[in-house]
């Protein structure tokens, strides 16, 4: 046959279906694009230049952008795939009349083939196209991200475009070998007879409504009981479970179930606005409950992700801070009996061979350990609580004398008496409390100020201990009572705040001394550890945005796409209830009402969710750092308040379509 | 006064670009008096359709006016219209039109709460009417459930739930068979007897033949009528058959 003419078919048909296809193109070209700006950076000469970190934790943030490119990979598959689907069911009549045409099953083949081709070349190119103008924009952002300085130049990777190019070629060749195998060159008549069958009013699936609610139930739950950060990851992953089970269960079941009651309500069910509703809806739900029970947990997915990258973000500065009271930090185990003034003068030599002005010097001796709480509150040793987490506290034992010169008190103790600080029990002065089998008077109640100037105690995944104990003889002595402890040490600070002109060279200088002093120490340098910090979190910031983007898209695509299909099938109730008098007014009232229901239910659900799990994701980031609740919450008021303005926007687009298609003067 | 005055109605139709345009509706002129049983019969393309749309207030004439209990429809906005629509007109069309998401019960009680009326009056609405037309046992039941015959019965109850001056009917009996045809047109001359206005469009003679009067319609203007009078039904088929054919031929007539 000639080939014009199928090329021309091919053409027709991407024409008439323009209103799946383009959407399906820009979609399919924004998750190229998104590929190929992940793969490049992967590669980028700003990151990695011949297998070296340009930058401090470079390696970091290849790490990160890899595995969400992995994500973004396995994503695109389904995505596409999806969007694929939905195309091809507007194909459907089409390819059945070419067949009735008389076109034969390699012809329809060759026209698929090629309109395939037209669609994948110009996602792929436009998405590799788009990503490649992106790429250095991308490069600057994310250098701004980690507080890294600006460059300049351009920067392309040829192999991570040919990449790109590679798997998406590969993706849109697999939908198109699922489209060549599914063709039907059906039976005309079946064709024209639409699908206007009648069907079966929805049943409630009551063991699924009651699966929906018991694991909503269970979900919610853990969540909201979940109160300490080593049981936040194992019960997140359950808690998440449990709430996708419920989501799908109770939009499938529990939605008929909610419009049955309506239903049978009279009162409510035989007024106007309802009565269409209500009956539609319930159709709607059967047909599309799945569906936006996946925008849900995927508008969750979003607003999760958005929420822990700011948190993250926005509390980066206030972590590095509290972990690093001072710019320049010598840590030493203190078992080799060297005297707080040999560790002092050995930060002085070192200081003044690296010419650094330093100030606000400290130096700080604390005995440190992990003990396990006993249910009756006595303190014993680690061993004895079989490791059971959360029941484990750090430890601090000071004498009289380091408390009162790190905290400038006036304290005094008797023999066998304490004084306390608790960041878990309540400590009340005149109580007994038992340590390692021994009892203790607590004279006063204290708090961790005295830890505070070398490190944040509140940064600490345990909660914390203090005791402040007479003298050095009564700490042994205490000590002596815990021979099973192996971690407990007595560990020495030397913090101090360098002067801003401080340069890398001569941190070097400084640790190098330090390093050649008669005992084992090592330094830690502020600006060394905000690098690391910034590119693990901008990393993941970063990477982050990206997948809420793509999701984002996703959740869209499918709302464009639910729309079309619904308002073809609501074109033809509407004419009918137009015919039995409903004015066009009451009609646009009636369709403005269950469609915001359709698709404001996933986000409010989202966001219900987001909100009950907030608490024990707060958690769970408190295993790589301190979230404060405040900030935390307020991350999510702004994530999701954006998120619910960038849905209304689509919302809004889409319900015209969506009414142009109903009520439109356009066949 | 007539129930329903069509004067001097006009439908000319443009193409987008204005250029060319079809005249649907020549001058059409009658009325249908209160309690009156009217056919309208015609070739396809003879404007019968055009004709209801513009009776039924879906479409505007071009020129000329249309009466309803002597109001005219198409100086209303829209959305009056589509009021006016459901308190004074019945329809029933030839593929019923019944919304296969509600049971027959529902799609009965459609116009009723449509006009916002109080759901406890409803039920004593639908009793007499099911009852007079046989459906009351389907009234659980979804549209695919029932045969075409009890489909259309619903659609006339749907159109006679709200008490219209006018019944309007687009070719009632078209996807029907024989018998449900037939049962469905006593069951129209019954309704008629009880007082009621019918304006029903239709190809078939048997179907026009249980109408007082048949109007013929032919290139947008009303060629031909006829009275019943006192004719039996099949006098009045005989006539009607008689007139279809002089219609034919003066069709060819003109063609030729």
Redesign the interface.
């Given at each position: 046959m000639n080939h014009n003419l199928l090329g021309n078919l091919a053409l027709t048909g991407l024409k008439n279906n323009k209103k799946a296809v383009l959407p399906y193109i820009l979609a399919s070209a924004f998750t190229v694009m998104v590929m190929h700006i992940l793969l490049s950076l992967i590669d980028s000469k700003y990151i990695m230049r011949d297998g070296v970190a340009v930058f401090k934790g470079a390696n970091n943030i290849v790490m990160f952008v890899s595995i969400g490119s992995i994500v973004v990979g396995i994503f695109a598959v389904i995505f596409l795939f999806y969007g694929n689907q939905f195309v091809m069911k507007g194909y459907k009549k089409e390819i059945g009349l070419y067949g009735v045409l008389g076109l034969s099953r390699k012809n329809v083949s060759t026209v698929m083939a090629l309109e395939s081709l037209i669609i994948s070349t110009s996602s792929i190119v436009l998405g590799v196209v788009a990503g490649a103008f992106m790429n250095k924009l991308m490069v600057l952002w994310l250098y701004r991200i980690i507080k890294q300085p600006f460059v300049s130049g351009m920067d392309f990777s040829l192999r991570g475009t040919m990449f790109t190019v590679i798997f998406f070629a590969i993706v849109f060749g697999i939908c198109l070998i699922h489209n060549l195998l599914t063709i039907r060159l059906g039976n005309p008549i079946e064709l024209l007879k639409s699908d206007?069958?009648?069907?079966?009013?929805p049943k409630v699936k009551y063991i699924l409504l009651i699966i929906g609610t018991i694991t909503l139930l269970l979900g919610y739950m853990i969540a909201l009981s979940t109160d300490n950060t080593f049981v936040a990851l194992g019960n997140l992953f359950k808690a998440m479970i449990l709430v996708t089970i419920a989501t799908y269960a109770l939009f499938i079941a529990g939605s008929i179930f909610v419009l049955k009651l309506l239903k049978r309500n009279?009162?409510y069910?035989?007024?106007?606005k309802h009565?269409i509703s209500v009956?539609?809806l319930?159709?709607r739900m059967k047909h599309n409950a799945a569906g936006l029970a996946s925008i849900c947990i995927l508008s969750t997915g979003v607003i999760l992700l958005l929420v822990c990258s700011t948190a993250l973000f926005m509390l980066g500065e206030q972590n590095i801070n509290s972990m690093f009271r001072r710019d320049v930090v010598l840590h030493a185990m203190n078992d080799e009996g060297v005297t707080l003034d040999e560790y002092d003068a050995v930060v002085t030599k070192a200081v003044k061979e690296a010419g650094i002005s330093d100030s606000d010097r400290i130096v700080r001796k604390y005995y440190m350990d992990i003990c396990n709480v006993s249910a009756d509150g006595s303190i014993e040793c680690y061993t004895k609580g079989s490791y059971d987490f959360t029941s484990m506290r750090v430890l601090y034992v000071l004498t009289l004398d380091e408390y009162n010169l790190y905290t400038g008190q006036k304290e005094t103790l008797d023999a066998g008496e304490i004084l306390r600080y608790s960041a878990g029990a309540k400590v009340k002065a005149g109580e007994n409390l038992n340590i390692y089998g021994s009892d203790y008077k607590i004279k006063k109640k204290i708090s961790s100020k005295c830890l505070e100037e070398v490190f944040d105690p509140s940064m600490s995944l345990f909660d914390e201990e203090i005791i402040v104990i007479a003298d050095n003889a009564e700490k042994e002595k205490l000590l002596s009572q815990n021979p099973e402890s192996f971690v407990g040490f007595d560990q020495v600070y030397v913090g101090f705040n360098v002067s801003k002109e401080t340069s890398y060279e001569q941190i070097g200088i400084l640790k190098d001394t330090i390093i050649k002093a008669p005992f084992e120490a090592s330094v830690t340098y502020k600006e060394d550890e905000r690098s690391t910090f910034y590119s693990i979190y901008g990393g993941i910031f970063f990477v982050g945005i990206f997948l809420a983007a793509l999701f984002l898209i996703a959740t869209v695509m499918i709302i464009f796409y639910k729309q079309m299909s619904e308002g073809f099938e609501d074109k033809k109730?509407f004419?009918?209830?137009?015919?039995?008098?409903?004015?066009?007014?009451?009609a646009k009232g009636v369709i403005k009402s269950q469609v915001m229901l359709m698709f404001f239910l996933p986000v409010a659900t989202a966001i219900i969710h987001m909100i009950v799990a907030s608490k024990i994701i707060r958690l769970f980031l408190g295993m790589i750092l301190y979230v404060d609740t405040l900030t935390f919450n307020l991350a999510i008021i702004v994530v999701s308040l954006i998120f619910l303005g960038v849905y209304t926007l689509v919302y809004n687009i889409t319900s015209k379509q969506y009414y142009n298609i109903v009520y439109g003067k356009e066949a | 006064m007539p129930v329903l005055e069509v004067n001097h109605v006009k439908k000319i139709y443009k193409t987008k670009m204005g250029t060319n345009s079809v005249t649907a509706l020549k001058d059409v002129h009658f009325s249908v008096e209160k309690g009156e049983f009217v056919a309208i019969m015609g070739e396809s393309g003879s404007g019968k359709t055009t004709l209801l749309n513009i009776l039924a207030s879906l479409d505007v004439p071009t020129a000329g006016k249309v009466l309803v209990d002597g109001k005219d429809f198409s100086a209303l906005k829209d959305g009056e219209r589509a009021i006016m629509r459901r308190n004074n007109l019945g329809f029933i069309f030839q593929d019923f039109n019944l919304l296969d998401n509600f049971t027959i019960e529902d799609n009965i009680k459609l116009p009723l709460v449509l006009a916002g009326e109080d759901y406890k009056t409803m039920d004593a609405k639908v009793a007499p009417l099911v009852k007079e037309l046989g459906i009351e046992q389907l009234l659980h039941k979804y549209p695919y459930e029932v045969s075409g015959g009890q489909k259309q019965r619903t659609a006339v109850a749907r159109a006679l739930i709200t008490n219209p001056q006018i019944l309007l009917a687009d070719e009632p009996t078209g996807a029907l068979d024989s018998k449900a045809a037939t049962n469905l047109m006593h069951q129209l001359r019954d309704i008629h007897k009880s007082g009621q206005t019918i304006l029903m469009v239709t190809h078939s003679n048997v179907a026009a033949s249980y109408a007082d009067r048949v109007m013929f319609i032919r290139d947008g203007e009303v060629f031909h009528q006829i009275y019943r009078g006192q004719m039996s039904r099949s006098e009045m088929l005989d006539k009607i058959c008689e007139s279809v054919t002089v219609l034919m031929r003066g069709g060819e007539d003109s063609e030729s």
């Open positions: 206007n069958i009648g069907e079966k009013e009279k009162k069910y035989y007024q106007t009565f009956s539609n319930m159709y109730r004419e009918i209830l137009s015919n039995a008098g409903l004015s066009e007014r009451e | -």
